[in-house]
Nanobody, 123 residues
Framework: VPLVESGGGLVQPGGSLRLSCAAS????????MRWFRQAPGQERELVAT????????DYANSVKGRFTIARDNAKNMVYLQMNSLKPEDTAVYYC?????????????????WGQGTQVTVSS
């Protein structure tokens, strides 16, 4: 399994969790890493992105200022620190690795996905 998430659980509103994603079987340092989430009955939502070197991050407006994505290329790990959690953050969180190969006639995307970890924010 190329990506394995951990760190989910039940937390009260206002609390914090740190999700981890362990990568294996591919050249981690050449892939951008992303966290998605999917709540019941809703489409999968992109939450946070970090470039392959870690130099640039981006966040969905709904989590900006509360969540932080980070990576450690020496350990093949990516993290999502989630603070000030709200009930609407409840979802299954997925780790994704993406690399775009532009060497051919048209760009080709390579993706790996984890199995997801449940985050529940409730009192």
């Amino acid at each position: 399994v190329p990506l394995v998430e951990s760190g989910g659980g039940l937390v009260q509103p206002g609390g914090s969790l740190r999700l981890s994603c362990a990568a294996s079987g591919f050249t981690f340092s050449t892939y951008a890493m992303r966290w998605f989430r999917q709540a019941p009955g809703q489409e999968r939502e992109l939450v946070a992105t970090i470039t392959s070197t870690g130099s640039t991050t981006d966040y969905a407006n709904s989590v900006k200022g509360r969540f932080t994505i980070a990576r450690d290329n020496a350990k093949n790990m990516v993290y999502l620190q989630m603070n000030s959690l709200k009930p609407e953050d409840t979802a299954v969180y997925y780790c994704n690795a993406r690399r775009i190969d532009r060497s051919g006639l048209r760009p080709e995307a390579f993706d790996y996905w984890g199995q997801g970890t449940q985050v529940t924010v409730s009192s």
